[in-house]
């Protein structure tokens, strides 16, 4: 069966610092990958998604990126973290595109001081 | 934007009540989805209707989708506390790969 990992599950940083979040899938192959933002009480921000290595769309202009160097993995990073990154981020997986369901991870809640 | 409105915001029930919620849309859909997030997790997948789907069953959940009206609506029967949870739908355009979620339906079933 498959499994998507995100770790980790909580994160407090300084405003200024970098980031980098981590996303697995196992027991699938070439799935499409999915990083969402999710602000206290809100629905999901499409942040970026990927259909294969290498490649990332953007949704949103901001100050995150998003890299796949391998084929089940998807990090989300940022140079200098601002207030406003605080949030919920959420990685989900899907094998096709829109029309079969996304299967999410448990989420990493990141914290701006 | 497709992002759907779900409607209400909030629904409070007793344990053994239905809970009904509704989804509307704007442009046209490839097919419709129902998530559902427990506190501090992730969501998970309920259903998925087709736009040429009108209605689809799942245990206790129940999906209908008109598409002349552009909205589509969530039916848990005898609802349980284990029900508790906000309920989101998302919309695929077809040969889009991503999903446009609402804003959710917050759920308490009341023992």
């Known amino acids: 069966s498959q499994t998507i990992h995100q770790w980790p599950a909580t994160l407090v940083q300084p405003v200024g610092s970098p980031l980098s979040l981590e996303c697995t899938v196992e027991?699938?192959?070439?799935?499409?990958l999915y990083w969402y933002r999710q602000a206290a009480g809100r629905g999901l921000q499409l942040l970026f998604y990927?259909?294969?290595?290498?490649?990332i769309s953007s949704e949103v202009p901001q100050n995150l990126s998003a890299s796949r160097p391998q084929d089940r993995q998807f990090i989300l990073s940022s140079k200098k973290l601002l207030l406003s990154d605080s949030g919920f981020y959420l990685c989900?997986?899907?094998?096709?595109?829109?029309?079969?369901?996304?299967?999410f991870g448990d989420g990493t809640r990141l914290s701006i001081l | 934007s497709q992002q759907g409105e779900e409607d209400p915001q909030a629904l409070s029930i007793q344990e053994g009540e239905n809970a009904t919620m509704n989804c509307s849309y704007k442009?046209?859909?490839?097919?419709l989805q129902w998530y559902r997030q427990n506190s501090g997790r992730g969501l998970v997948h309920l259903i998925l209707?087709?736009?040429?789907?009108r209605e689809k069953h799942s245990g206790r959940l129940r999906v209908t989708l008109d598409t002349s009206k552009k909205s589509s609506s969530l039916l848990i029967t005898a609802s349980r506390a284990a029900d508790t949870a906000s309920y989101f739908c998302?919309?695929?355009?077809?040969?889009?790969?991503?999903?446009?979620f609402g804003a959710g339906t917050t759920v308490t079933v009341r023992a």
């Open positions: 989900a997986w899907s094998k096709g595109g829109g029309n079969q369901p996304q299967h």
């Open positions: 027991g699938t192959s070439n799935p499409n």
């Open positions: 990927s259909v294969g290595i290498g490649q």
């Open positions: 442009t046209s859909i490839n097919n």
């Open positions: 209707i087709r736009s040429n789907e």
């Open positions: 998302a919309k695929s355009r077809s040969n889009d790969y991503k999903l446009s």
